[in-house]
């Protein structure tokens, strides 16, 4: 999944409010089918289904608030929310800064999307990512040159306009593209192993809070809806929960 660089917002910890009565969740609704905004201008897509369950069942009064991605974890430390639910990996950089539910998606591979035709080395090419991603990260550290966009969306369109050579980007996001491109776009063989699973984040103060969406996962693990989620929104895949 998705992992932000850190910048420093350790400081404002120390004033961030903790949960009120009514759970703010955070999203970027522009990663599908993670996150969207559908066509009546509500957030929607396999994050809004699993957010509105798990507060149905730890019995909380929720709303949804959309937020930039290159600023979602500073602006759920200032407080502008009380959870983040974005797609976004379990890393030890972010656990630095916020906390993190147990997972509720599992790790998934990162996978390299280009066109039609391109060989496998283009993955030491122009490969582009979405900024401050884990797969930005990773590009930065290998022997590709990596040039990075603000949404998602973007990456797409560089490929397919040919400024970059591929794309890499979770799987689960990518698959659509390639099913519904009618050959013109194609996976790679190289995947990368990145991150540790999507959880929800939290500011480090909202034990509470912590508490009551874990015991909500679970029950959501163990009666098997989550699994279905997962296969509904991501063409019959298994959750392994």
């Not at 630095?96 to 998934?108: G, L, R, S």
């Not at 490969?127 to 949404?151: D, K």
Request: hydrophobic residues 40%.
């Amino acid at each position: 999944m998705k992992n932000l660089t850190i910048s420093v917002v350790a400081a404002a910890l120390l004033s961030a409010p903790a949960f009120a009565d009514t759970v703010r969740l955070g999203t970027e609704g522009a990663y599908a089918p993670f996150n969207f905004v559908n066509d009546n201008g509500e957030i929607d897509g396999f994050e809004r289904e699993v957010g509105d369950k798990l507060c149905e069942l730890a019995e909380l009064d929720c709303t949804w608030v959309k937020n930039d991605w290159d600023s979602i974890i500073p602006n759920l430390v200032s407080g502008n929310y009380d959870v983040i639910i974005a797609g976004m990996s379990i890393t030890d950089e972010r656990d630095e800064v916020i906390d993190f539910t147990q997972d509720y998606y599992p790790p998934d591979p990162s996978t390299y999307m280009a066109l039609a035709g391109t060989k496998d080395d283009a993955v030491n090419g122009i490969v582009a990512a979405q900024v401050s991603t884990i797969q930005a990260g990773y590009i930065a550290e290998s022997e590709a040159t990596l040039v990075e966009f603000a949404t998602p969306d973007e990456t797409i369109a560089a490929v397919k306009s040919g400024e970059a050579d591929a794309v890499l980007a979770d799987d689960g996001f990518l698959r659509k593209y390639v099913e519904e491109s009618g050959g013109e776009l194609i996976f790679l063989t190289p995947t990368v192993s990145l991150g540790g699973g999507v959880g929800l984040g939290l500011r480090e103060s909202d034990t509470e809070l912590k508490d009551k969406l874990n015991a909500a996962i679970d029950t959501m693990k163990k009666d098997g809806s989550l699994n279905e989620l997962i296969a509904k929104w991501f063409d019959g895949k298994e959750g392994g929960y």
